[in-house]
């Protein structure tokens, strides 16, 4: 028997800061941990606007997403799991902290990727500055 692929989605989030960009980071209290907004797809839904929806319900900001960003897979309590990520730039909201995140950090992109908790969260740095540059 095929084992059930654990399907969640997330995004890169982005707003501009003068003429840089800073990307927002979500705490997990139940990890402890900084990392990007995303969470598991309900049945049936499409990934993108999974991670749309994930974005809102942890950061409270509405976003327009763009390009897609390299997948993670892994496997997570035993079963295999694969994350759709895309940049996404805020638009409008406010966060107000919820039971899976207690607190949002918006910083450049170098000091993104070095309050990243996890080694594998920190390529989609690179990958979303190589998708801005290409424009
Ligand atoms: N987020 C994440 N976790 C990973 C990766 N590789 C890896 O071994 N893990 C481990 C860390 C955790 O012990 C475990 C579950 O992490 P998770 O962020 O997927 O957990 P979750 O189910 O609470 O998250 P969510 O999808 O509901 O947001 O997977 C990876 O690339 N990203």
């Given at each position: 028997?095929?084992?059930?692929v654990v399907?969640a989605?997330?995004c ?9 960009v800073?990307l ?5 209290p ?7 907004p995303?969470?598991k ?5 499409d ?6 929806r994930?974005?809102l ?14 997948t993670a ?8 799991k694969?994350?759709h990520?895309?940049e ?9 902290p919820?039971?899976e ?8 992109p ?6 990243l908790?996890?080694e ?9 500055l ?6």
């Amino acid at each position: 028997m095929t084992e059930q692929v654990v399907r969640a989605a997330g995004c890169v989030l982005w707003r501009a800061a003068g003429a840089d960009v800073e990307l927002a980071l979500v705490h997990r209290p139940k990890y402890d941990d900084w990392s990007w907004p995303k969470g598991k797809l309900k049945p049936g839904e499409d990934p993108l606007q999974g991670a749309v929806r994930e974005v809102l319900e942890e950061t409270g900001m509405h976003c327009v997403p763009g390009a897609a960003l390299p997948t993670a897979r892994y496997v997570a309590a035993g079963r295999p799991k694969v994350v759709h990520y895309w940049e996404a730039r805020a638009t409008v909201g406010s966060f107000e902290p919820n039971r899976e995140v207690d607190e949002v950090l918006w910083l450049p992109p170098d000091a993104a990727r070095e309050r990243l908790t996890h080694e594998w969260d920190r390529p989609l740095v690179d990958a979303f500055l190589a998708v801005r540059r290409e424009g």
